[in-house]
Every structure is written in structure tokens, then in C-alpha cells.
């Protein structure tokens, strides 16, 4: 709270006490006996008793806040039941019912507790008002109200969601400085979709609660199905970042074949991604660039250590030996099926624009888009990592041989784009701060001091100044 | 003919069930033919969800194939009561029928795209909606029995708690018969696979479970509005567990292919890693391990020789078999390390690690803490340094006798009884 600028804190303080009034005309409002056409459908204690029943429930499943990270709107359990306690005991009982986050055990100091506490109260008895305001029956479902109560329940679920994301984008944006409109499209529409799903879960245990009459036992009926689906996306996270571990983990394996490559792979994935977004590829195919570029030199696996390590000059059968590389690659990755698409990437990432390159002497946009993509990655990785022959060289230097080679091997919107992504983001070349690369090759695979530099040799393949004169020389 | 005949060698259980499914369909096809199923509106409606849901059926993590719509729609069918106003009078054997008939309809699709559906998992179905109705629907009685009499009287608390018992009981069964054919199928003990099914089928039965009885009660209200309305929760569940068994399938595609680095790096044998994975999986079954461990087995096998990339010159054929015990070692060692260094495999890490230990050392009990996959994958291992992808029976008998002196030394005795059993079973199908 103290962080808080003046407007910000006015703005939690107007909420506060808005929500207390509420609650306080609340009071009055459930004293009475729930009366519709002159019949009682709901006397003082049952009602009072739902109240309780939904708060506790509410509080209790509610135990993470919706919070707005990355591109995802998080709303928790706990909101189908807050989406039902209008339905159920109208809108001055769902005022409590969302006063009940003040409950919820989750480590926020009492200030954000209260804070949230008063919004749901707000949202909730908003939401309410706009379910009466268009005729829906509170504590009461019948056959007959079907399929008229969609109507007010749809309105209701998106006054519910536009007062939230009102409350929220206040607050958010005069405490962080963020423009509301960004806040406004970050977070409330795409929580739209999310409160349409979570309030056809409302309107399914209102139906049942008050409807058929089973009570509690509705709410537990109809978040099971939600619960094991929430449980199955949790193992597939879990699954999903136990896969991205391992198949880092794997490829750095391989690069220990050669001790220059540590963190290659990753270095140009990371590249390859820098220049995926920056053209505008889909989030789908940005993820398998990210796979392709981790996994493109794995081929090299079917390159004899000793070619790799070699010091001396390359024969003519030797460098073919290595041009094998992304094919064998190819064809230890092609049962896995998601990859698709980062298959070409892998098979081509070698070839040039001028048609010089391997495996195919593919020219031009006979090129795929992804290996086009990894290319330029990839030479810009090796040129700023430290090789046998020479020391790491700047980012600068990667770049003025970047562009001098542009058009000739690498695709020029490719190259202009990593550049302009690099002056947004630094990049962190190897030798600057990478563990593994820390982690020393034993002495005898390194070249003595000195001896490299006359017969220059070793040559890494995805080095372009080198790349040219090799295929001068073979061809 | 020949094929027939082993495929009822080898599953009795199956065939049974099969059968008794079968039986019951033929009679609940006979009485629905003599007296027409009553309230065909409900009936055809219900059966409508049954077939959708058959068509969108999703396989499952560990090759289990499912259809929860499906099944959903069958149980609400077997435990509706009230269909608004008026109380439903079908019997268990037209829930039978109308399953059995809806969940072919579904299948056409998919048997049109060549993909036959498992027999078993539609007989596996039928049954169980056959169970659930068996048990609702004569306490019900169209409304008469003591049920209808808890609806009657607005008691639809105590009526939806004893449907939650029934699908409970429902779904026990379902695991049950499940565990019987994957015993069946991979000749595994039925206890740990009924652990298995039961594991592997909580999550998603419960979801089931919750649906049917909730579309069954909601129709007093809702009629046939509650079938598509329920059933969106538990799309958004198989939706989930359909992202989850695709990671699965991914992840284990990865390592399969990683796991070939050591082929193509000329570090061992074409083939090598994937054949000791399928003879230890197949042993692994066998001696009855969960569907975790025989993950884990599965990848450690596949892995079982990352160890050799850390070598500078290759073992001749890359059969470890023939290195000294400490190479041996050192090379299950650096491979454990490696694994160890993905943060998250590290059961697996300790497989490949102690692969290389001898089962019992002379004059010593035998080492427990060997992990089972351990012994599998060190047994399987040494049969295939010795076999190769040869098909002859000469060789394969004599790598068996090789490892059959050895046992109690360096080969789990229980271990090289199974593996013979499964290298048997493998050569007399041709493989």
C-alpha cells in the first residue's frame, strides 16, 4: 500500500467502502424471507445457510486470485461458484459470497486481501443486479425457465467480467504506470471466453442446487470434471517442461563430442526465435523453430569424432563426411512426429541462398522459411562463440559479416531482422556468461598454445568466413 | 485360420468378455425387437450422444483408447430418472441395446478411415452401462420402485447420492475388466495391473462418473438440454488428457530417436537400443511393473548406452557384453550422468546407473538395491549383444543358455525365466 501512488490508494479505498455498503445493505436485505409472487421460495435461515455454505466454498477453492501473466488470464476454481451464487441467493448474498476472498489462504498482504475481497463483492452484486434487471429467478429454477434464463445469465456473467477487469485495470494501471488500454486488452477480453465457459459451470450447479434440490452436492458434481481437467493440464505442464529439460539436456550430451559447440544448440534456438517473432511467425511455428534449432546439428552425431576434432586441413571425403550432417540428423529426428515443419529447417539449414550450399544446393525461397531462419542463427552463433582457431569475436563483427554475406548465402530479411531484434534485446554470446562453457575441455583436446594459427584447420562448418573458402577449395 | 487360433490362445479373458457381451447384446437385440424401446425420443437422443461420443474417442497415455462422452451418455442413459415431468420406463436391457447399437453407429467413421475400434473396449463399455443400469433401473422401476418413490417425494439428494454409489461401482467394474484384458495381453499378474487400470482410469472415471450423473438429474429440469450442456465440461477433460497423452507419446518419440545417437555415432549396432527396449518392456510386463516403472524402464533401455559417446574410440560392435566389467561400469556411469543432468529423469538415471552390477557377487546374498529395471535391462542387454538382429534359432537358444549359466551371477534367475519366455513367444509369432 505505502508503494502506492495517491490515485491508486484512493481508488482501493473508494472500492472498499463501496463494497461495505453493500454489505451493509445486505444485512437488511437477507433479514427478510425471499418472496416471488407472494410465494416464500426461500426463508431467512435457508438462505443464510446457502450464504455460508457458497462463501467457505468459494474461499476455499478460490485459492489463487486470477492474475494476468504473459498472454494467459488465470481464473480460479472458485469462480463457477461465484457465478452460481447470484442464481442462488441472488444479488445481495453474492455481494458475501465475493466478500469471501478476503478468506482466502494464499500469501498476500491483508491490505491486497481485503482489496480483492471488496472487488468480487462488487462484481458479484453488479453481476447480480444486471440477472434481476432482466428477469432471472433468484432461488428458484423450473422446466419452464429454460432457455429463457440464458439471456440474463449471459448478461450477468459479462457485467461480472467488464466490472472486474474495470476495477482491475484501474488499479493496474495507475500503480504500475501501464496504459489502461493495454491492460484493458491483455486482460479483460481474453478473460471473455474464460467467463463464458466458468458461467455455463455456474448456471449447471444453479440448475442443480436449487433446481432438482440436491444442495451442496451439486457444486461437487459439477467441479469434478473441471478439477480432473485441471489436474490432466497440470501433468501436461509438468510432462510438457520434463520434455524441454530432457531434450536440452540430451543435445548438450552430444555437443560434449565437440567441446567448442557447448550450448550451440540452445544459443541459436534462442537466435533462431529472436528472428521468428520479429518476422511474425505464429506462436505454433515459433515453438517448432525453437525445437529445430535445438535440434539441427544433432546430426553431427553421425560426423566420427575425430573429423570434428581434427586439427589438421579437411580432405575433400572428409568435409563431404561432415556436409552428412543435417541429413543423418533428419533421419534420426523424422519419427517424431509434432516436428514436422522443423524438419526442413534441419535438412536445410545449411544451404545458401546462392544455391552454393548442402545438402541439396537449394536457391532462393526454393529455400524453406525455417531453415533460412536457422542459418543466419546459426552463423551468428558460431562467429560470436569461441572456436580452436580464433578467440569469440563482438556482436558487431558477427554482424558486418552477416551483412556482407547477405543475399549471397543468407536470406536478407533474415538478417536484417536478427539485427534489429539484437538492438532490443542484448544477446549473451558464449563466451560471456555460460556455464557450461566454463566448464573446460580436458587439455588434450585443446590445440597446444600457438599451433593452431599457422595451418588453420578445424574449421567450424557453420562459420561463414570459413564456409566460403571451404567450398572454394572442395569444389 | 493359424491366426484365429492363437489369438484365442492367447487371451481367454478376452474372449470371454467378448462374449459374454456379445450374449447380452444378441438378448437385449431380441427383447427390443418383441416390445420396442418405450420413449424412443429419449432413447434415440441418448443413443445420438453415445455414437458422438464414440466418434471423438481419444487414445489415452499408455495406448488406453477412450471414449468419456460416450461413456457418460451411457451411464446418464442407465441412471436417468424423471425426464421432466414424466418417469422414464426403459429397462437395463434396452440400455444395452441402445448402447451397443450407438456406440457401432460411432465407430462407422473410424472403421470407414480404417482405423477398426478395440472390440474389447466396446464390449468393456457395453458391460459397464449394463452394470450401472442392471443395478439403477429395477430399483427404479418406471417411477414405482423405492427410487422413483425418493423423486416422487422431492428426496433427490438421497437419489443422487445412491447414483453416485452406482457409478462408483460402475466405474470399479470398468477398471476391473480393463485390468483383465491388459493382463490378458501383455501375460501380467492381474493384481498390478489392476493398480495400473485403476491409476490410469481414476481421473478420467470420476469426470465420467460426475457427468453421467449429473446429465441423469438435470434432465428433471433441463430434458434434453442437459445432455449437450454437461457435456462441455467434460470435453474441456478429454481435451486435457488428449494434450497430456500427446506430450507422452512426444516425449517418448524424442528419446527413441536421441536415443539412436549412439548408432549413428557408430557406437553400437543399428537397432540396438530399440530392440533392448521392446525385450525389456516385454519382460517388464511380464514380472508385472506399474505403468511408471515400465516408462522408466523404457527409457533407460533406450538410453542404457549414452554412457559410450563419452568414449573416444568405440567398443567393436558396441556390445558392452564383451568390455570388462569396469568399462562397464564407467560407461553406465557417465550415462547416468548425463540423464541425472536433465533434472527430471532421475529414476531413470539410476537404472542406467546400476545396469552393469552383477546380480549377486560369490559368497553374497543378492544386492536388493539393484533396481528391477536394473536386472531387466542388464539381462536384456546381454541377449541382444549376443543375438543382434539375427532371426536364427541357433543363436537365439544360445545366447539363452549363455544367460541361463550365468544366472545367479550376473542375471536376476527371474529375470532370464521371463525374458526366455517373452524371446520364445516372439519367435514362435515370427518376429
Redesign the interface.
Known sequence: MKGLPLAARALVGAVVLAACVVLVLGVGHLSHPLVSNGVVVATVPTMIGRVVVLTLMFAALESRMPTVSGSNVYLGMGFPIGLASYIIVGPWGAAFVGAGAVLVLVENTVVKRVYNGAQFALCAFAAGQAYVLFHGPVAV???SD??RVLLPVLIADLVHCAVNGLLLMGVVSLAEKVSPKQVLVGSLLKSVPGYL?YG??GL?MA??WV?????V?SA???L???A??????S??SA?????E??????????E??DHYTRGHSERVSRASVLIGRFIGMREDRLNALRYAGILHD??K??V??KLLQKTERLSEAEFAAIKLHPV?GL????????LDEAFQGILHHHERLDGRGYPMGLEGPQIPEFARVIAVADAFDSMTSTRSYRGARSVDDAIAELLRCKGSQFDPGMVDALIASLTKEPWIASGVDDAAERRQPPCDALPAPGSGQAGAIAVDHDDPTFSVAFRDETS | MTSLVRRLDEGRATMLLLGTALVLVAVSTVLALQHPVQQATIAVSFGAFIALGEAVRVTLAGDREAAPLGAAAALAYALIGRF??VPTSHTAWDVIAVTAAASLIGALPHIAAGRSPRLDVLARRVLTAGLAAALFRPLYDAGHGPLGHLEMH?R??VL??VM?VVAVLAGLFDAAVAALVRADRDRAPFLPSLRSEFRALI??S??I???G??IA??A????L?AIP??V???M??Q???R??A??????A??????S??TE???YTETGHSSRVSELALGVGRELGLSDPDLVDLEYAALMHD?GQ??L?EPIPGGATVMAMPDEQRRIAEMGAE??R?????DRVAVIVERQADPYRRPHETADETIPLASRIIKAANAYDDMVGDSRETGRRLEALERLRLSMAYDYDPRVVTCLAHVVERSSRLGL
Do not use: C, H
Open positions: 429454477l423450473a422446466a429454460f432457455p465457459g455455463i459451470f449447471l440448475v442443480l433446481g432438482v434440490g440436491i444442495g452436492l461437487l458434481l459439477v469434478m470434471p473441471l480432473v481437467a485441471r489436474w490432466a493440464f501433468q501436461y510432462e510438457q517442461q520434463a520434455y529439460a530432457t531434450i536440452q539436456t540430451l543435445v548438450q550430451a552430444v560434449t563430442k544433432v546430426g552425431l553421425g566420427p569424432t543423418r533421419e534420426m529426428l523424422r519419427d517424431i512426429e509434432f | 421432466g415431468s422431492q433427490n439428494a443422487a447420492a453416485v481421473g478420467l470420476s469426470a462418473g460426475a457427468t450423473v449429473l438429474l438435470a428433471q429440469v433441463m430434458q438440454w450442456v454437461f462441455v465440461p467434460l474441456l477433460t481435451f486435457s488428457f494434450r497430456y500427446g506430450i507422452r507419446s512426444t516425449y518419440q524424442t528419446i527413441r530417436s536421441l539412436r545417437v549413428v555415432g557408430g549414452l559417446l563419452s573416444t548425463v540423464i543432468q536433465t533434472g527430471v529423469l
